[in-house]
C-alpha cells in the first residue's frame, strides 16, 4: 500500500510552522529576561526636604517611595497626624508622581488636596498630616549646616 504524498507533505509543513513558532517564541522570552537582567536605568535624582526648624531631614527618592509613620516606609515620618502608609512617590512616565493612600489626614500638594497621583514639579510643597516637605528635583545639595536624615 503506497500513502500519497500531498499528506505527508502537509504534515512536514505543519512541524515545520510549529518549530518555528516555537523557536520565535524562544527567541523573544530569551530577549526579555536578557533585557530584565540588564537592569532599569536609574529615576532622575530627587529629592525631598522635610521643613522643620526643630528636625530637618534630606530624603533622596528612588522610583518608588512609601511615606509614613510605619517603620517599613523609605521616609518615615514621626508625626501623629500622618498615618503608616500615608503617601507615595513614585517616578512612572517620566515624571514624579504623589498619590494618596487612603490617609485618614489626607494628603496636599501646595494646599490643594491629592485625590488622583497628582504630577510634582521642583518646588512644591507637599503636606501630610502637620509635616510639610519640599520637593526638589536634582542631587542632594551639598552640606549646608542641615545636617538632618538622609534615607530613612
Known amino acids: 500500500m503506497s500513502v500519497p504524498l500531498a499528506p505527508q507533505g502537509l504534515q512536514l509543513l ?8 516555537l523557536g520565535t517564541l524562544l527567541f523573544f522570552l530569551w530577549r526579555d529576561e536578557r533585557r ?20 530637618p531631614a534630606l530624603f533622596s527618592l528612588a522610583y ?20 503608616a502608609h500615608h503617601a507615595r512617590i513614585s517616578f512612572a512616565g517620566g515624571q514624579w508622581l504623589v498619590e494618596d493612600l487612603g490617609s485618614r ?3 496636599r500638594v501646595n494646599e490643594l488636596p491629592v485625590d488622583t497621583p497628582i ?27 542641615r545636617a538632618g536624615r538622609e534615607g530613612r
Open 64 to 83: 518608588s517611595n512609601l511615606l509614613g509613620r510605619a517603620p517599613d516606609n523609605a521616609i518615615r515620618i514621626e508625626d501623629p497626624l500622618v498615618s
Open 105 to 107: 489626614n489626607g494628603t
Open 119 to 145: 504630577a510634582l514639579a521642583s518646588g512644591d510643597i507637599v503636606h501630610l498630616g502637620g509635616k510639610a516637605l519640599r520637593f526638589s528635583s536634582g542631587p542632594l545639595p551639598a552640606d549646608d549646616g
Open 36 to 55: 530584565a537582567a540588564q537592569g532599569a536605568a536609574p529615576p532622575p535624582a530627587a529629592h525631598l526636604a522635610l521643613l522643620s526648624d526643630n528636625e
Open 14 to 21: 505543519l512541524l515545520a510552522t510549529l518549530y518555528l513558532f
